[in-house]
């Protein structure tokens, strides 16, 4: 019995733990075939890559710190150089730095933009030139991107604000009436 993804090309940027592995796994058990990227954790990486492909699909794990938007479009061209084409993209990769606003370093506050905000920006343009009618574009956000929900995570909440708006405006921007966009504080999805 065909899965609803068979066939499809799926990338899911940070895939290696957490939600991310979670989701890689999820997208192979419905069929598709999944890259994903990874900025440290070789190990974690190709265990992941092995679980989906003892499950009967293909997946390949690419080193691409998600704060360099240069690897991040490299990691999108090999996805499409190796499968010949991408479906999904999942922005998963992202970080915080829990600590007062006045005590984090401006450092760590252009780590957490890079990661959360420029990376989201470089995958999902470097993606859009791959994908035709039919691809999903999948961003992964927070509660606290909607509503203050910690005074420990003001710039991590500034930056999941910032990708539910970005999401919502590429839907307007991109759509056409095979493009939705749907919002949740788990995620945000746009269909091409």
Do not use: C, W
């Not at 899911?12 to 598709?32: E, H």
């Not at 075939?33 to 690419?62: F, L, Q």
């Not at 909607?146 to 307007?172: C, D, H, N």
């Amino acid at each position: 019995m065909p899965t609803k993804l068979e066939g499809k090309i799926a990338l899911v940027t940070g895939g290696s733990r957490g939600i991310g592995a979670a989701i890689a796994k999820r997208l192979a058990a419905d069929g598709a075939n999944v890259a994903i990227t990874y900025a440290k954790g070789t190990d974690a990486a190709a265990s992941v890559v092995k679980e989906i492909e003892h499950s009967g699909r293909k997946a390949i794990a690419i080193q691409a710190d998600a704060a360099d938007a240069r690897a991040v479009k490299a990691a999108v061209d090999k996805t499409v150089a190796i499968f010949g084409r991408l479906d999904v993209l999942v922005n998963n990769a992202g970080t915080a730095i829990p600590k007062t606003f006045e005590e984090t370093a401006m450092e760590e506050m252009d780590r957490i933009i890079d990661i959360n905000i420029r990376g989201v920006f470089a995958a999902t343009q470097a993606a859009l030139k791959h994908m035709k009618d039919g691809g999903r574009i999948i961003t992964i956000g927070s509660a606290v991107g909607e509503r203050a929900a910690s005074p420990l995570l003001v710039p991590y909440s500034a930056t999941k604000g910032a990708v539910k708006m970005f999401t919502q405006a590429l839907s307007r921007e991109v759509g056409s009436e095979a493009l939705r966009s749907t919002m949740s504080s788990r995620g945000t999805s746009t269909r091409i």
